[in-house]
């Protein structure tokens, strides 16, 4: 099988990178329950391009190998809250509600962002390779 994913040019990269930040910002619109949690999860996208572009600068990167985890972190938010959204969205709301209790987290939606977030890791080091 002829390996695609190296083939990807930088622009397809941009474009690959402004689609996923257009379905990551859709789906923390309707993941968050208040506009405190959604500014906070809006924040996300601009915070990668801080951090994520002076640490692949002084790693040598290319481009398209920081679009590349730009996209991978942004689409690994989205897995792990999307499935989990309402379970998520009602421990988010009812913490702000009680700032002075620590509302503990759903267990299930804890073991599911865990889980999700360790395979989208490993297909992030998996797909690498095909990438360099």
Same mark, same amino acid.
């Given at each position: ?13 941009? $474009? ?11 789906? +923390?619109?309707?993941? =968050?329950?208040? !506009?405190? #949690? *959604? ?23 290319? $481009? ?11 689409? +690994?938010?989205?897995? =792990?809250?999307? !499935?989990? #959204? *309402? ?46």
């Amino acid at each position: 099988m002829e390996n695609n994913i190296a083939h990807l040019t930088t622009d397809d990269w941009w $474009v690959i990178a402004a689609g996923v930040t257009v379905v990551y910002m859709a789906a +923390m619109y309707w993941c =968050m329950p208040t !506009p405190k #949690a *959604k500014r906070r999860m809006f924040i996300a996208p601009l915070a990668g391009w801080i951090f994520l572009l002076p640490n692949a600068a002084i790693k040598g990167y290319s $481009v398209s190998h920081t679009l590349y985890f730009y996209s991978c972190a942004l689409l +690994m938010f989205v897995i =792990m809250l999307v !499935p989990v #959204a *309402k379970r998520v969205a009602s421990d988010i709301a009812e913490q702000e509600a009680k700032p002075w209790d620590k509302v503990p987290l759903n267990t299930f939606s804890m073991y599911w962002m865990f889980g999700s977030a360790t395979g989208c890791i490993a297909g992030v080091v998996y797909l690498w390779p095909f990438l360099a």
